[in-house]
């Protein structure tokens, strides 16, 4: 865990919170490789489970709500840790709305699933989806943890993916198998070492006052084997208790046959699968966290996918003191930028160091340009070497194959 810690640090991807003052306990800055990689891992899980679905859509809602929705869902009441003397504390941040004696005592969502479940209606009314469907969405989510720790694995400010899944009641057990099953997928997808996720039935003493079943998915962290993600059937409770304290039935209307305007009017029950960004991202950067031996001399890498890693190729020239050969990188260079903006120049040090910070940050290829490609073999003129990260082998290729290549 020190080394991934060390690592994300001194290499940009995530910083302690408000560093300079001292840091503030269970807060965390993304920085510049960071955040191209919560991008990454956010876009592909969109992607997946949005973009390539016919029953899915997806939500952008405020993060500050009526203070009634979680009076409505139990939050206000029940969401709540025990204290060392007993004394049970509710983890919501809540904050003052509007000036002086008119304000509101508010909350920061402590889930991002409240946003979907309020706008349930809307979307019914605007996009008539038919069962099953479901809401998605990614933002950020917080709770004032007892005792943030583990670096972003427990933090008090981060980031959800949430899908509610609406199913008519006798269809949840498949919608549940369904996700049981996508959750493993996504994971595999981003490159989280599939071994090193169990699935644990969590029992009925253990469960959100919302759930009726639900499967956490934990992974081996360096820190001991904890919740990654879950998998939670909600039934119809968060519909049901916001149609009663909203006075709008959010119910769903169901034509019994055509023509023959008799309708079944019924409340959807809900499978929800919630991901946790910043947990996926510290599995992610534990599963690609490698020590090896390459040419005799120890390194460290990130063994990313292609598609989580920040940068998807670096593009050197040999030298940095031959103009001839620095202009033609950089035509190599902004010849593949166009077309996938993850691509770093680098000229700093010899090529020996270059691989070494290119291989720390998991960039999966790195590109030189040197003499031959200027022609000094003139069978050569126009060729790279391309570097593959895991084996450090290197492989001569025409310019004109690389964007292919590296899009592929
Ligand atoms: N809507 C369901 C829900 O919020 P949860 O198990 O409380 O369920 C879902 O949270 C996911 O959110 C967790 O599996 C985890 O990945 C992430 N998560 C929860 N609390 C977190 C925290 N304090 N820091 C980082 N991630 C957290």
Known sequence: MDKIISLAKRRGFIYPGSEIYGGFSGFWDYGPLGVELKNNVKQLWWRMFVQDRDDMCGLDAAIVMNPEAWKASGHVSGFADPLENGKMFNTMFSTSVGAAAEATTAYLRPETAGGIFVNFKNVVDSLHPKLPFG?????????????????????????????????????????????????????????????SVHEVEVADSDRAHYSKRTIDFEFDFPFGRKELSGLAYRGDFDLQAHSEASSVPLTYHEE????????????????????????????????????????????????????????KAAVFPLLKNKPELVAKAREVYAMLKKQIPQIMWDDNGNIGKRYRRQDEIGTPHCITVDFDTLGEKPELKDTVTIRNRDTGKQERVPIGSLRERIAN
């Open 135 to 195: 809401i998605a969405q990614i933002g950020k989510a917080f709770r004032n943890e007892i005792a943030p720790r583990d670096f972003i694995f427990r933090a008090r400010e981060f980031e959800q993916m949430e899908i509610e899944y609406f199913v008519r009641p006798q269809e949840w057990e498949s919608a549940f198998e369904e996700w049981r099953q996508n959750v493993h997928a996504f994971n595999e997808a981003v490159g989280i070492a599939s071994g």
């Open 256 to 311: 019994l046959g055509a023509n023959t305007g008799s309708k079944n009017i019924f409340i959807p029950h809900v499978v929800e699968p919630s991901f946790g960004v910043d947990r996926t991202i510290l599995a992610v950067l534990a599963s690609a966290y490698t020590e090896d031996e390459l040419g005799g001399e120890s390194r460290v890498y990130l063994k990313f996918n292609s598609a989580v890693a920040p940068i």
